[in-house]
């Protein structure tokens, strides 16, 4: 069965750690993304990649980073944290192209406090 | 630019009962569409797609979706509403020759016994 994985069901950080959140897929899919889920607020684009070393800002960017050294792994990097970007964490890929629809991992529910 | 609206953010239907839930896009080109399904703390499952050919797509659980170019819709409909049909229902729209996916704010679907 064809998965993207998440490191961490449950996060729990102090306000200026940084913080980790990595996303495995196992499909040889070329884009991946991540997303915060907010309540009232949907699903909120914040870094999307489509190659290995690329990497595109998505509609949230500020505060986050993102790397992808290998195809099947890409990281969310919470540089300071902060109580705001208390969220829960959704990871996706999909193939190159944009019939194919998103994978997405379990996510990640994460607490700053 | 793209955007895809969903009517209603709660709906609450009886268990037996028709389901129909409500997305429209707006993009004067077809996009991709899809819906997705989210249960309690998990991530996103792909439900259906529509890209091109038949209009009337069939997805899993017995959920089906039709597209309507001329109203602009992709409703989603079940004709027996099933108690573990509860969840969080996410329409998507992808411009074709793109591969970034916009969601709609989501409908929560509540199913009675």
């Known amino acids: 069965d064809v998965k993207v994985t998440q490191s961490s069901r449950y996060l729990v950080k102090r306000t200026g750690e940084k913080v980790f959140l990595e996303c495995v897929q196992d499909m040889d899919h070329e884009n991946m993304f991540w997303y915060r889920q907010d309540p009232g607020l949907g699903l909120r684009l914040i870094y999307f990649?489509?190659?290995?070393?690329?990497?595109e800002k998505g509609d949230i960017p500020e505060g986050y980073s993102v790397s992808r050294e290998k195809k099947e792994r890409f990281s969310l990097i919470l540089e300071s944290a902060s109580t705001n970007q208390t969220s829960m964490y959704l990871c996706?890929?999909?193939?190159?192209?944009?019939?194919?629809?998103?994978?997405f991992g379990s996510g990640t529910r994460l607490t700053v406090v | 630019a793209q955007s895809v609206t969903q009517l209603g953010s709660h709906v609450s239907v009886s268990e037996g009962a028709l389901v129909l839930l409500r997305c429209n896009y707006s993009s004067s080109v077809p996009p991709y569409l899809f819906w997705y399904v989210q249960y309690p703390n998990q991530g996103l499952q792909l439900l259906l797609k529509?890209?091109?050919?038949?209009?009337l797509v069939k997805g899993i659980n017995g959920f089906e979706a039709e597209f309507k170019k001329s109203e602009t819709s992709f409703h989603l409909t079940k004709p027996s509403a099933h108690m573990s049909d509860a969840a969080e229902y996410f329409c998507?729209?992808?411009?074709?020759?793109?591969?970034?996916?916009?969601f709609g704010a989501g409908t929560r679907l509540f199913v009675k016994a």
């Open positions: 998507a729209a992808v411009n074709t020759g793109g591969f970034k996916t916009i």
């Open positions: 996706a890929s999909s193939l190159a192209g944009g019939s194919y629809g998103y994978t």
């Open positions: 529509y890209t091109t050919g038949a209009t």
């Open positions: 990649s489509y190659d290995v070393k690329m990497k």
